[in-house]
Nanobody, 123 residues
Framework: QVQLVESGGGLVQPGGSLRLSCAAS????????MGWYRQAPGKERELVAV???????NYLDSVKGRFTISRDNAKNTVYLQMNSLKPEDTAVYYC?????????????????WGKGTLVTVSA
């Protein structure tokens, strides 16, 4: 069974930094893209950053220049380095991975989600 487990959330002051990690575990054949989404109270979930298997990245406009997504393919792990955090970055951050579970005779890409980690930016 495939699982995504996030870590690294917490409380930080405005201007501070946090690093989120998300490790995919279980029987995995290959991982396509990985990304981070967030959902603030009363708002819809939005894509924050995504990284392809080849390392190409894309970011939400409001986090460009402040957040950096990276991945370690050997560890099936994706990271989100968040700098210059603002109160409006407060949200639950979710890890997403588009991957193919290792199933004999089958190759099928599926989306998996972590349970989320809370990031609170407040003085």
């Amino acid at each position: 069974q495939v699982q995504l487990v996030e870590s690294g959330g917490g409380l930080v002051q405005p201007g501070g930094s946090l690093r989120l990690s998300c490790a995919a575990s279980g029987s995995i054949f290959s991982i396509n893209h990985m990304g981070w989404y967030r959902q603030a109270p009363g708002k819809e979930r939005e894509l924050v950053a995504v990284i392809t298997s080849g390392g190409s990245t894309n970011y939400l406009d409001s986090v460009k220049g402040r957040f950096t997504i990276s991945r370690d393919n050997a560890k099936n792990t994706v990271y989100l380095q968040m700098n210059s955090l603002k109160p409006e970055d407060t949200a639950v951050y979710y890890c997403n991975a588009n991957l193919a579970p290792r199933v004999v005779g089958t190759y099928r890409l599926m989306d998996y989600w972590g349970k989320g980690t809370l990031v609170t930016v407040s003085a």
